[in-house]
């Protein structure tokens, strides 16, 4: 191993011994330190509000040249103006070399939505409040084929589900045990795993809720995503996400798809089959700053063998970013995106399109 000069210099724990820059590498990596990010919630769907995280990272040695891959154990909960409230932990593992990739969560929420059916205008200009109640536990591996790119996998997940609507409708069973099992494969080249600039990423998993393991009913649901990082030049970086979505018939109202852009509110365009493309330009103005401009555009469909819809949705915005941790290559930042409707605002750490 080779020593610079710089490695006798006293190391600081919120400086970057290269450019003097504040860096959080040194502090969350060798002094074990705890990453705090308070974000401002203005999800449309649950009103504004505010969440605090902690994010515990656990540094280990990785091949000379490659940027640390650490694990990264999660805890926090949330709190917004339509007493929507929630609370939980996960842990992210990268094993065996990073041959085995693992996850695992778990969470309590008590959530105030509005439901507007499902690609259905006239439903949407009569929508019904509802809450919904729900733990929530998954424990998730993939295994790295070989040397290659590819992992294959599975994901047990369980949810105990209870529902209130506002108004007296009848939606059917709304005390739910869903509890079911996922195959999964996935392509990821990733030069970074947290704020990537070159690579692609391609996931295909397949859920299946079982009566035998549980779940009241039995529901399929199938999620299909690629993205996609140019690299471009050293100061742009452009990048691409589409992403499609299909559920049963028989899946749970609150379970089905919807389209998820920044600027959009969650669970508001809902379909048995969703699907979106959006582009986000990375263009950096210094070792440390850059800006991001993105737009998008989804659609929610009844079925998919029937692809005419009232529900295409749009999205555009801009933000920044900073390169909080260079080991890591993590960066943190902001965005503002408009929508159909609304402005929303949204703290980012890592990719905007972390999954």
């Not at 060798?30 to 449309?44: A, D």
């Not at 409230?85 to 693992?102: E, K, S």
């Not at 063998?305 to 949705?313: C, I, M």
Request: charge should be negative.
């Amino acid at each position: 191993m080779q020593i610079n000069a710089q490695d006798t210099k006293p190391i600081s724990k919120f400086k970057d011994s290269l450019d003097g820059a504040i860096d959080l590498s040194n502090f969350l990596l060798n002094l074990h330190g705890v990453l705090p990010v308070v974000m401002p919630i203005t999800e449309p769907a649950v009103d504004y509000g505010a969440a605090a995280i902690g994010l515990y990272f656990l540094g280990k040695e990785n091949k000379e040249g490659d940027k640390k891959k650490p694990d990264v154990i999660a805890a926090g909960g949330g709190y917004t103006g339509n007493d929507t409230w929630f609370a939980g932990g996960g842990y992210i593992g990268f094993w065996n070399n990073d041959n085995l990739r693992y996850r695992g969560i778990l969470g309590y929420g008590n959530i105030n939505l509005t439901y507007y059916g499902l690609s259905d205008r006239n439903f949407a200009r009569n929508p019904k409040e509802y809450n919904i109640q729900s733990w929530f536990f998954l424990q998730q591996a993939v295994w790295r084929i070989k040397n290659s790119n590819f992992f294959l996998g599975g994901k047990y997940q369980l949810t105990k589900t209870s529902t209130r609507f506002f108004e007296n409708i009848d939606f059917g069973n709304l005390e739910l045990i869903n509890s079911g099992l996922s195959f999964i494969s996935e392509f990821e080249n990733y030069d970074n795993i947290f704020s990537p600039t070159q690579g692609t990423r391609i996931h295909f998993s397949y859920d299946q809720n079982l009566e035998f393991l549980g779940s009241d009913i039995d529901f399929s649901k199938a999620n299909f995503f690629s993205l996609f990082y140019f690299g471009g030049t050293e100061t742009w970086t452009p990048a691409l996400r589409v992403e499609m979505l299909y559920s049963s018939d028989n899946t749970p109202f609150y379970a089905k798809p919807y389209v998820k852009l920044r600027g959009v509110p969650a669970v508001r365009y809902q379909g048995n089959f969703t699907a979106l493309v959006e582009t986000e330009h990375e263009f950096s103005i210094s070792r440390r700053w850059s800006i991001v401009g993105f737009g998008g555009v989804g659609a929610a469909f009844k079925a998919i063998d029937d692809l005419n819809t009232d529900e295409t949705v749009w999205n555009v915005g801009s933000g920044f970013r900073y390169l909080i941790a260079r080991q890591m290559g993590l960066k943190m930042g902001v965005d503002v995106a408009r929508g159909p409707e609304e402005f929303g605002f949204y703290v980012t750490v890592g990719s905007s399109w972390i999954k």
